[in-house]
T-cell receptor
Framework: EAQVTQNPRYLITVTGKKLTVTCSQNMNHEYMSWYRQDPGLGLRQIYY???????DKGDVPEGYKVSRKEKRNFPLILESPSPNQTSLYFC????????????FGPGTRLTVT | KNQVEQSPQSLIILEGKNCTLQ??????????LRWYKQDTGRGPVSLTIMTFSENTKSNGRYTATLDADTKQSSLHITASQLSDSASYIC??????????????FGTGTRLTIIP
């Protein structure tokens, strides 16, 4: 089954404790993104990757890091989480840019206290 | 600044009734427009993708329209079912030959179907 998986689905952590949210896709997609979704706001892109070892900032990259060492995996790293990073996070992948369907993961709900 | 505005913000209708959701955008240059369905706490799921030359596109009981001249789109749901209760998000892609897949997301219309 074609899918994007994320782990963990729920996470409560404390300020400053480094964490990683994993994302994996099994569709051999080139393009992957991370988004955050906050109440009253549309999804906002954090980082994206056009292929292995090619990553760049989206609209709200501050406080986040990513890596793309393998085509299928695109982890999101919070080196020193803060309460304003409490949000619902989605990983997404698409074959490549253009009019291709974008597949979203199930989401990771992060709470930073 | 590119924007996507959706209306209404929320809508409650009876099961079996039809409804239409609206999307206005200012994204330019335009590449394509997408409608997604997002169940509470889940990831968005694609319903349709419409390019500049497409005026209407259907996916089962969902029919999307696009007027690229007025920069408006609508999503019509026919014979609504309880499972249609969700948020519907309009997303517009900016035309780009390289670089980021620049998408602008609307804030969604929250649709509730009541029996």
């Amino acid at each position: 089954e074609a899918q994007v998986t994320q782990n963990p689905r729920y996470l409560i952590t404390v300020t400053g404790k480094k964490l990683t949210v994993t994302c994996s896709q099994n569709m051999n997609h080139e393009y992957m993104s991370w988004y955050r979704q906050d109440p009253g706001l549309g999804l906002r892109q954090i980082y994206y990757s056009m292929n292995v070892e090619v990553t760049d900032k989206g609209d709200v990259p501050e406080g986040y890091k990513v890596s793309r060492k393998e085509k299928r995996n695109f982890p999101l790293i919070l080196e020193s989480p803060s309460p304003n990073q409490t949000s619902l996070y989605f990983c997404a992948s698409t074959f490549r840019q253009g009019a291709y369907e974008q597949y979203f993961g199930p989401g990771t709900r992060l709470t930073v206290t | 600044k590119n924007q996507v505005e959706q209306s209404p913000q929320s809508l409650i209708i009876l099961e079996g009734k039809n409804c239409t959701l609206q999307c206005n955008y200012t994204v330019s240059p335009f590449s394509n427009l997408r409608w997604y369905k997002q169940d509470t706490g889940r990831g968005p799921v694609s319903l349709t993708i419409m390019t500049f030359s497409e005026n209407t596109k259907s996916n089962g009981r969902y029919t999307a329209t696009l007027d690229a001249d007025t920069k408006q789109s609508s999503l019509h749901i026919t014979a609504s079912q309880l499972s249609d209760s969700a948020s519907y998000i309009c997303v517009v892609r900016e035309l780009s030959n390289f670089g980021n897949e620049k998408l602008t997301f609307g804030t969604g219309t929250r649709l509730t179907i009541i029996p």
